[in-house]
T-cell receptor, first 115, second 112 residues
Framework: EPEVTQTPSHQVTQMGQEVILRCVPI?????FYWYRQILGQKVEFLVS????????KSEIFDDQFSVERPDGSNFTLKIRSTKLEDSAMYFC?????????????FGAGTRLSVL | DQQVKQNSPSLSVQEGRISILNCDYT??????FLWYKKYPAEGPTFLIS?????DKNEDGRFTVFLNKSAKHLSLHIVPSQPGDSAVYFC???????????FGQGTTLQVKP
């Protein structure tokens, strides 16, 4: 069964460093998303991406964050200068369509630890 | 952001019995609702969904009920199995957006 793949599973970084989280969405999906879950809190939407551009972003997704689809398979989330509060599980998701019947399929996540 | 709420942080049921997980929402623009299951160290796994034009959707042991007037949905699992033990998230979306708004999750424990 097709699945969303995320690497690495755990990333440890120093505050102020740049990190890139990688995702391979399901191959025929057109919409891509990043969510995060801070320990003990809800899963929160960060950004959605369609047709090589951001279609929606949350307040969390500030200038320190960027997304890219560098080739036909990868979808990345970059955090330019990490802060302690960026420590969280980051989930990538993909879907075939948006709006009604928008079933998003999630990867296993990357645990980001900022020290 | 309290648009989607799951007021019960945990639920414990006996194997073979019914599990009922509840979810409330406040935004009347939501028109699609999903339930996800999550095991530790894994991502959310899609379980079942329902469109706002329906009041019930069934898939095997899982049934989701939607009460639009009460802005309430519930997930019924019958019969419950120990492998169902996980965190269950309710999520909602609107037709003009792709983002999912999640509830806090309910941890279900099914005892053998």
């Amino acid at each position: 069964e097709p699945e969303v793949t995320q690497t690495p599973s755990h990333q440890v970084t120093q505050m102020g460093q740049e990190v890139i989280l990688r995702c391979v969405p399901i191959s025929n999906h057109l919409y891509f998303y990043w969510y995060r879950q801070i320990l003990g809190q809800k899963v929160e939407f960060l950004v959605s991406f369609y047709n090589n551009e951001i279609s929606e972003k949350s307040e969390i997704f500030d200038d320190q964050f960027s997304v890219e689809r560098p080739d036909g398979s990868n979808f990345t989330l970059k955090i330019r200068s990490t802060k302690l509060e960026d420590s969280a599980m980051y989930f990538c998701a993909s879907s075939l369509r948006e709006g009604a019947k928008n079933i998003q399929y999630f990867g296993a996540g990357t645990r980001l630890s900022v020290l | 952001d309290q648009q989607v709420k799951q007021n019960s942080p945990s639920l414990s049921v006996q194997e073979g019995r019914i599990s009922i997980l509840n979810c409330d929402y406040t935004n009347s623009m939501f028109d699609y609702f999903l339930w996800y299951k999550k095991y530790p160290a894994e991502g959310p796994t899609f379980l079942i969904s329902i469109s706002s034009i329906k009041d019930k959707n069934e898939d095997g042991r899982f049934t989701v009920f939607l009460n639009k007037s009460a802005k309430h949905l519930s997930l019924h699992i019958v019969p419950s199995q120990p492998g169902d033990s996980a965190v269950y998230f309710c999520a909602a979306s609107g037709s003009n957006t792709g983002k999912l708004i999640f509830g806090q999750g309910t941890t279900l424990q099914v005892k053998p």
